[in-house]
């Protein structure tokens, strides 16, 4: 059952950006809580991109976002962002927010928010 709801995907140009954006959808307090962000291609697994520790002291990026994709947090809007900048056809997906940085053990996690990278 998920707790979490996804927001800010959509279409985009090659090179473009977009912001993702996750929260409870229950009001659940995400601020003290790992938030990992990951993403499920056509036709391949889902895999982990992106992971903020709960104490907001470190972030982890997969090697094929990392320089081009930014993990934050807002705890006074008990938001979680994902920038997503330099955009390619490869990150089209659709990405999901989970509370922990491995999904087998999250507790909640969103039904997705689908990303396009197209020209």
């Known amino acids: 059952q998920s707790h979490l709801v996804e927001s800010g995907g959509g279409l985009v140009q090659p090179g473009g950006s977009l912001r993702l954006s996750c929260t409870s959808s229950?009001?659940?307090?995400?601020?003290?809580?790992?938030i990992g962000w990951f993403r499920q291609a056509p036709g391949k697994e889902r895999e982990g991109i992106s992971c903020?520790?709960?104490?907001?002291?470190?972030?982890y990026y997969v090697d094929a976002v990392k320089g081009r994709f930014t993990i934050s947090r807002d705890n006074s809007k008990n938001l979680i962002y994902l920038q997503m900048n330099s955009l390619k056809p490869e990150d089209t997906a659709l990405y999901y927010c989970?509370?922990?940085?491995?999904?087998?053990?999250?507790?909640?996690w969103g039904r997705g928010a689908q990303v396009i990278v197209s020209s």
């Open positions: 229950d009001g659940h307090d995400l601020d003290w809580m790992a």
């Open positions: 903020i520790s709960d104490d907001d002291s470190t972030a």
């Open positions: 989970a509370t922990d940085c491995l999904w087998s053990v999250a507790l909640y």
